[in-house]
T-cell receptor, first 111, second 114 residues
Framework: AQSVTQPDIHITVSEGASLELRCNYS??????LFWYVQSPGQGLQLLLK??????LVQGIKGFEAEFKRSQSSFNLRKPSVHWSDAAEYFC?????????FGSGTKLNVKP | DTGVSQNPRHKITKRGQNVTFRCDPI?????LYWYRQTLGQGPEFLTY????????KSRLLSDRFSAERPKGSFSTLEIQRTEQGDSAMYLC????????????FGPGTRLTVT
């Protein structure tokens, strides 16, 4: 069965520190991969996506993610976190027009 | 591009009542999706429309749930005989007909069943 795993439920980082959020997926083929961010009271906003080609993809707000086929991972990174990055982050896989989401990682940012 | 809109934003209902939610996708987006999100979880796929045709339904969508997209534009999601377990955020998303597989999400309708 298809699944998306985000092993970290909560992460706290200091402002200015680097960030990596983990995502692993379980599929037979290489799916389309996405990261979304959800702030309280806001809809899900797309940060970045991977379809094919270069395995390092750049997104909005200074985020990037790297697809590693051998590890079935699509981890999200940011070199320097800002207080406004505090939100919940979801990894998602598109399998024939159905999105499967991970359970999310809630990011807290310490001043 | 005004984004995906959903109405109402909040709905409180008593167990056993019927509720209906509306989703207006981004214009010219022919694909429309409904998801349900409970606290501490990611969104779960419910159903998918391409134009007016409902092409996919999750097994999560019990017989009490029905969705329509009569003219291929807005969509409605109806829940009959609501149960407390239906309390959740109901999200709508749309995507364009070709090229991008991105889904653009609305702000959601939060349902509370008392």
């Amino acid at each position: 069965a298809q699944s998306v795993t985000q092993p970290d439920i909560h992460i706290t980082v200091s402002e200015g520190a680097s960030l990596e959020l983990r995502c692993n997926y379980s599929y037979g083929a290489t799916p389309y991969l996405f990261w979304y961010v959800q702030s309280p009271g806001q809809g899900l906003q797309l940060l970045l996506k991977y379809f094919s080609g270069d395995t390092l993809v750049q997104g909005i707000k200074g985020f990037e993610a790297e697809f590693k086929r051998s590890q079935s991972s699509f981890n999200l990174r940011k070199p320097s976190v800002h207080w406004s990055d505090a939100a919940e982050y979801f990894c998602a896989v598109d399998n024939f027009n159905k999105f499967y989401f991970g359970s999310g990682t809630k990011l807290n940012v310490k001043p | 591009d005004t984004g995906v809109s959903q109405n109402p934003r909040h709905k409180i209902t008593k167990r056993g009542q019927n509720v209906t939610f509306r989703c207006d996708p981004i214009s010219e987006h022919n694909r429309l999706y409904w998801y349900r999100q409970t606290l501490g979880q990611g969104p779960e796929f419910l159903t998918y429309f391409q134009n007016e045709a409902q092409l996919e339904k999750s097994r999560l969508l019990s017989d009490r749930f029905s969705a329509e997209r009569p003219k291929g534009s807005f969509s409605t999601l109806e829940i009959q005989r609501t149960e407390q377990g239906d309390s959740a955020m109901y999200l709508c998303a749309s995507s364009p007909p070709t090229g991008s597989y991105e889904q653009y999400f609305g702000p959601g309708t939060r349902l509370t069943v008392t």
